[in-house]
Nanobody, 119 residues
Framework: QVQLVESGGGLVQAGDSLRLSCVVS????????MGWFRQAPGKEREIVAA????????VYLDSVKGRFSIARDGPNNTVFLHMSSLKPEDTAIYYC????????????WGQGTPVTVSS
């Protein structure tokens, strides 16, 4: 059974940096396309960043461009979200997700890790 486990969330101040990690365990014989999503209280879930199994440019939510960076640990199904210049509006539960192709819905989800940015 494939599991995604996130870590690295916490309480930080505005302007601080944080790195989230997501490890895929189980069936790791294939390389997944990975994404980071977030959901703030009272808001819909939104995709923050994505990286693709076949390579190519990563994609980002407009509001995090230049501040967040998604990176994969080589061929391993481990992905990081480097967050800098954090703002209070970045406060949310952050979820890691995976899919076996570059297209379609994400079929695997982690349990989420909370990020709180105080002003």
């Amino acid at each position: 059974q494939v599991q995604l486990v996130e870590s690295g969330g916490g309480l930080v101040q505005a302007g601080d940096s944080l790195r989230l990690s997501c490890v895929v365990s189980g069936r790791t014989s294939i390389t997944y396309s990975m994404g980071w999503f977030r959901q703030a209280p009272g808001k819909e879930r939104e995709i923050v960043a994505a990286t693709f199994r076949t390579g190519g440019s990563n994609v980002y939510l407009d509001s995090v461009k230049g501040r967040f960076s998604i990176a994969r640990d080589g061929p391993n199904n481990t992905v990081f979200l480097h967050m800098s210049s954090l703002k209070p509006e970045d406060t949310a539960i952050y979820y890691c997700a995976a899919r076996p192709s570059d297209f379609g819905q994400y079929s695997l989800w982690g349990q989420g890790t909370p990020v709180t940015v105080s002003s």
